[in-house]
């Protein structure tokens, strides 16, 4: 007999998180993380690898001290694979996630905010 899954609730946004997100501002960032997740990985084209896996929006966070997140405008797109690596994606087995092993990351690709202006211009030269 199959067990029925256990789901756990959603966790509940605070007020001042809806408005944000309700706001111009709040709108504004939500489009651009979506166009960032539409372009191909950075590394993965800076370094000629072939992206086997999603592309995912990345916060930046080199250099930083702070358990605040940089905005948004900040974010550089990255392979599921460059990005946290949580599951292996065939043909992405030596690849290095970030959240994993950032020392590792930052020592073969460079801090990840050297990447935010690329990201930006490419943005800003979409046709959507």
Same mark, same amino acid.
């Given at each position: 007999?199959? %067990?029925?899954? =256990?789901?756990?609730?959603? *966790?509940?946004?605070? +007020?001042?998180?809806?408005?944000?997100?309700? @706001?111009?501002?709040?709108?504004?960032?939500?489009?651009?993380?979506?166009?960032?997740?539409?372009?191909?990985?950075?590394?993965?084209?800076?370094?000629?690898?072939?992206?086997?896996?999603?592309?995912?929006?990345?916060?930046? %966070?080199?250099? =930083?001290?702070?358990?605040? *997140?940089?905005?948004? +405008?900040?974010?550089?797109?990255?392979?599921? @694979?460059?990005?946290?690596?949580?599951?292996?994606?065939?043909?992405?087995?030596?690849?290095?996630?970030?959240?994993?092993?950032?020392?590792?990351?930052?020592?073969?690709?460079?801090?990840?905010?050297?990447?935010?202006?690329?990201?930006?211009? =490419?943005?800003?030269?979409?046709?959507?």
């Amino acid at each position: 007999m199959n %067990k029925p899954l =256990r789901r756990t609730p959603m *966790r509940r946004k605070s +007020k001042k998180r809806a408005a944000r997100e309700a @706001s111009p501002e709040g709108r504004e960032d939500a489009e651009y993380l979506r166009k960032v997740r539409s372009l191909p990985c950075v590394i993965c084209q800076s370094f000629g690898m072939t992206q086997n896996s999603p592309t995912e929006a990345h916060h930046v %966070k080199s250099g =930083r001290f702070s358990g605040r *997140r940089t905005p948004d +405008k900040m974010a550089i797109s990255l392979c599921h @694979s460059h990005h946290n690596k949580l599951r292996p994606y065939p043909g992405d087995e030596d690849k290095i996630g970030y959240h994993n092993a950032q020392a590792t990351w930052e020592s073969l690709y460079g801090e990840d905010h050297e990447y935010s202006a690329a990201t930006r211009d =490419r943005i800003e030269r979409m046709m959507f």
